[in-house]
């Protein structure tokens, strides 16, 4: 199954718009700094990144969905500065006063930070984004409009969170990403004891990210010279990388595991995440840890 809905994504990406594959936050970035890239912000490449990652991310893949809400935020900000489709000739409106280049960067401006806002709950982080990585073009009244397009894009995203919860008009959300909360902090949060640690944890993911870039890169390479040469080389990689992630995760889940008992006492914290809790081939109120870990991420 992974499989298909890989195939499905690579499909779109390799012969439907090559531009949705990827995060697209460099795209963009490209585009706000002056850089025109065809296709960018068309309709297509909306569509085709917007599904593409839908089944990416039910495909098993190790992908989110942070950046690609960047640059689906962009497109559909720069489809209404504009007013109308190129690829829906027919659709048009009444948003002449937007048709320029200038207005169509500030909006494009505008969705990149909708985008981030609506993936970590932030408005504020949203405006820092394109201000400090995306926009070389600012002015004060663009800030002002960003921050207004995060904070609406926050709104609706908790909206349509507290409709799919099942509780309508509760808007406390913290967005699409959640990096866990501390209920006890006296037993489960940290003090200065644990700050050299903290250090060493930044040296060696510094050590490991300098090792990860260096393979990265010859990797890419690699792919340039031999897969990127063709279509449906590119198609067959994204196959064989959805059945080798899959057998992984598998693999690694049924050789190394740890099998704990579901609590039965639990608050309405954590109530969604004993729902996440799988058995796998634990027995009867024991949950599989490792496997629920690859079923999350």
Request: aromatic share 14%; charged share 15%.
């Amino acid at each position: 199954i992974n499989v298909v809905y890989v195939g499905i994504a690579g499909f779109l990406v390799t012969f439907v718009e090559k531009l949705a594959g990827g995060s697209g936050i460099p795209e963009i970035k490209c585009y706000l700094n002056g850089i025109k890239i065809p296709n960018v912000v068309r309709f297509k490449t909306l569509i085709a990144k917007a599904i593409g990652i839908c089944f990416s991310v039910s495909g098993g893949l190790a992908c989110g969905q942070e950046g690609p809400m960047v640059h689906n935020g962009a497109v559909i900000a720069a489809g209404i500065s504009q007013g109308k489709s190129t690829t829906f000739p027919f659709v048009k409106s009444g948003f002449d006063a937007f048709r320029n280049d200038r207005e169509k960067r500030d909006f494009v401006s505008g969705g990149a930070a909708a985008g981030v806002a609506a993936a970590f709950g932030s408005p504020i982080g949203g405006v820092l984004f394109s201000l400090e990585e995306g926009a070389s073009f600012w002015d004060q009244s663009l800030t002002w409009r960003t921050f207004f397009c995060s904070m609406i894009s926050v709104f609706v995203l908790n909206v349509f969170l507290s409709g799919s919860n099942g509780t309508w008009g509760q808007l406390s959300s913290g967005g699409l990403i959640t990096l866990g909360t501390f209920q006890d902090q006296k037993n489960h949060g940290y003090s200065i004891k644990h700050i050299p640690f903290f250090v060493l944890l930044g040296i060696l993911g510094g050590l490991f990210g300098a090792l990860f870039n260096w393979l990265n890169e010859h990797l890419q390479l690699w792919r340039m010279k031999r897969v990127h040469v063709s279509k449906y080389r590119r198609f067959i990689e994204t196959l064989v990388v959805a059945l080798m992630t899959s057998l992984l995760s598998y693999l690694l889940s049924y050789f190394f595991h740890q099998c704990r008992r579901v609590s039965t006492d639990t608050t309405d914290d954590d109530e969604k995440s004993t729902t996440f809790q799988r058995r796998f081939y634990c027995p009867n109120v024991r949950h599989h840890s490792s496997f629920n870990f690859f079923l999350l991420f």
